[in-house]
């Protein structure tokens, strides 16, 4: 009998959408200047503008003119793309700049940078693990996706520690010899929550047992640090992380992640990790780019006070309209609502009624009964933006406040919360 492939995947499809996390994308068009405002392509094929309220484009570096105009030199200057892997013509002058440009901003001998984020933590970490015999990795429960994909692909013993728990992560530390290496993999701002990791304390037991630490600061590069190196330069801390991690993809609005570290941790990661071997390398122009990008905040701080300035007055609004934000110490703004389908509600009708998009964050991003929106007020919102949205989000609170709540305590959405708007 014939097997009905399309029937299999289709099933697979309805049961994400029955558990409510099916996701749609929304396709924008920003504009270049303009950002956060940015085009909304809908469904019926009508278009208009609307505010964009959870970019990671935190700094609006995605539009600074340095940036764009590095790009446009370097494809200009070389063509479009790299034509090959790093070992086969495809390492750059470009490439080269960059990632002596990303050891300096975290004080380390050496720099690489991979095609994003995700493949470098996943190239970087399964490749440590797998070159230490016997190693055990520590990996905190927060970790981001990439991170665990690394750790499962290094194939040794793991423990997971409770988020930040440091007393949890020495228990587990002292369960084994002293003498096996270890890995402690941790990220300073956890992106969901918004919350920061006790990066001193991590280190301090480190020390204590042998174990290398290996921090991703995706979401602090180029925002935190007087030259934004992230929070351990923020914290005096980059002598004591053997390996930070980072992306271009966020404060930097370009886009390829990166690892920084002593030469022969970086080098044996050059030479053993697939996902930065067997890839065609990033294009000149997206490299000048982040390279404009990373050297432009190593120097300018306008660009990460404002940042913080206008994370502060955002948080300021909701608490004064009682709205029940998670109030962390970095720039990420959850607000929480607790139900899937509630949650695509509440922010289709953002978009719908009030031209404000803010994409539900569901499991499995986040824990079942803690779906968000996640907002990020960025350097370039202004405080007009945030009243607007303040403003939407106390309206939508007052008048469903009885159905959100509703929906929290029996994990549904109220088949009347659309219908209900005032
Ligand atoms: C986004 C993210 C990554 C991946 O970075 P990309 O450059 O987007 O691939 C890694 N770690 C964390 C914590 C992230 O949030």
């Not at 991690?245 to 992640?257: A, D, L, N, S, V």
């Not at 030479?271 to 000048?288: D, E, H, K, Q, R």
């Not at 300018?300 to 029940?324: G, H, T, V, W, Y």
Request: charged residues 20%; glycine residues 10%; hydrophobic residues 40%.
């Amino acid at each position: 009998m014939a097997i009905n492939y399309n029937e299999h995947f289709g099933e697979c499809v309805q049961r994400v959408r029955e558990e409510g996390r099916y996701r749609t994308f929304a396709t924008l068009a920003r504009k270049a200047g303009a950002f956060p405002k940015a085009m909304y392509h809908a469904e019926d094929g009508s278009s208009r503008e609307v505010t964009i309220w959870c970019s990671n484009d935190y700094l609006g570096m995605g539009q600074n003119p340095k940036v764009l105009q590095a790009a446009k030199e370097a494809l200009d200057n070389v063509g479009a793309g790299a034509g090959g892997t790093r070992n086969i013509s495809g390492t750059t002058i470009y490439h080269k700049m960059l990632e002596e440009s990303v050891a300096d901003l975290h004080q380390k001998e050496a720099g690489l940078v991979f095609s994003s984020g995700y493949v470098a933590n996943e190239g970087a970490l399964s490749t440590l693990g797998k070159l230490m015999p016997g190693c055990a990795v520590f990996s905190d429960s927060m970790n981001h996706a990439s991170m665990i994909h690394g750790i499962k692909g290094a194939k040794c013993e793991k423990f997971i520690f409770r988020h930040n728990d440091i007393e949890y992560l020495e228990s587990q530390l002292r369960s084994i010899d002293i003498k096996r290496p270890k890995i402690i993999a941790f990220e300073s701002v956890y992106s969901m929550d918004g919350d920061i990791a006790p990066i001193k304390e991590i280190c301090d037991l480190a020390e204590k047992y042998n174990a290398m630490t290996y921090l991703d600061e995706v979401h602090a590069v180029g925002l935190y640090g007087p030259r934004g190196g992230g929070i351990a330069e923020q914290r005096g801390l980059l002598d004591r992380v053997d390996i930070l991690e980072g992306t271009f993809g966020k404060g930097y609005g370009c886009m390829g992640g990166f690892i920084t570290g002593s030469r022969s941790m970086i080098d044996a990661i050059r030479c053993y990790a697939a996902g930065f071997i067997f890839t065609t390398s990033l294009p000149p122009s997206v490299l000048a780019s982040a390279h404009a990008a990373v050297e432009h905040l190593k120097v300018s701080q306008i660009e990460r006070k404002q940042l913080q300035e206008n994370a502060a007055m955002f948080k300021n609004m909701l608490r004064n309209a009682d709205l029940p934000f998670m109030d962390a110490q970095s720039h990420i703004v959850p607000l929480i609502v607790g139900e899937p389908n509630c949650c695509r509600e509440v922010t289709s009708i953002l978009l719908e009624e009030y031209d404000l998009y803010v994409q539900p964050i569901n499991y499995p991003t986040v824990p079942k009964g803690t779906e968000r929106l996640r907002m990020t007020a960025t350097a370039v919102h202004t405080q007009a933006d945030m009243e607007i949205m303040a403003g939407a989000l106390e309206h939508l609170w007052n008048t469903h406040h009885g159905l959100i709540a509703l929906a929290m305590q029996s994990k549904e959405c109220p088949a009347n919360l659309a219908g209900a708007q005032a």
